[in-house]
């Protein structure tokens, strides 16, 4: 049985920025740091960096913080949150993604110029997702979260629309449903369009359908709870029908290997490559005669 790692997989740059801000942080601190949230969404990748000091915490636990470090993942956070850490003696480590930064300006001037013309904020997002909690948070003013084509109902399409979108999330997907405000509009004029998803991320798509292609069997490494994982494993899946989903090596089936020759791993922007050799360790042990 043949075996390959995907070697366009694994963290991407906001990432790996974030975890090496994390690991310089409790060597120099020499004691705990609080992230808030999951540093990343990879349980293995939070278990290892925990079992360094990293502590996992929320903000209703900020009130206990005072004279502590509180390490903001890449995912980035609202005005509100750094406010909050001021006022409550917490030093802030800051690991928020520079496209992510950018991103969450983009918000700012866009609501700018949608309040000039009594005009709305779409972002099509995750709902619930640290990153779109981040970006919905830089005004106070509502910013609508759409995550599919059904969600346009929740558009006014007598106003003028402003549409951006998460990082991570699909580029066909964002200009299919921009093509439908367009058609759902009485002037298209009143649309602006701004792609702001990361082609760091979003050119991945194309190479990981075409490595999906090359196997007999494809093992998507990620995390339960990342947003990019499930996008990025759906494209595995529609290359390669024979594309299965882990968190770890514990969760391989003996029937998905039947009758295979080769295996494909590969994984999310937030799965880590130590993880994705692993499997590929397990599989050769428990598989390969």
Sequence with gaps: MYIEIDEN???????????????VALSELGGEVYSLGDIVHNRMEVQRLEDMGLRTVTHDDMTSLKGRDLFIRAHGEPPSTYRRAEELGIRVIDATCPVVAQLQRKVVVAHEQMQSVNGQVVILGKRGHAEVVGLTGQVANPTIVIEREEDLDLIDFERPIFFLSQTTQSVSLFWALAERMRERLSDEKMLTVDDTICRRVSNREKALMEFARRFDVVIFVCGKKSSNGKVLFNVCNSANERSYNIEEEAELQDEWFENCQSVGICGATSTPAWLMKRVAEAIRSKYVE
């Excluded at 694994?10 to 975890?19: D, H, N, Q, S, T």
């Design 9 to 23: 997989s694994g963290f991407c740059f906001g990432v790996v920025r974030a975890i090496s801000k994390a690991e």
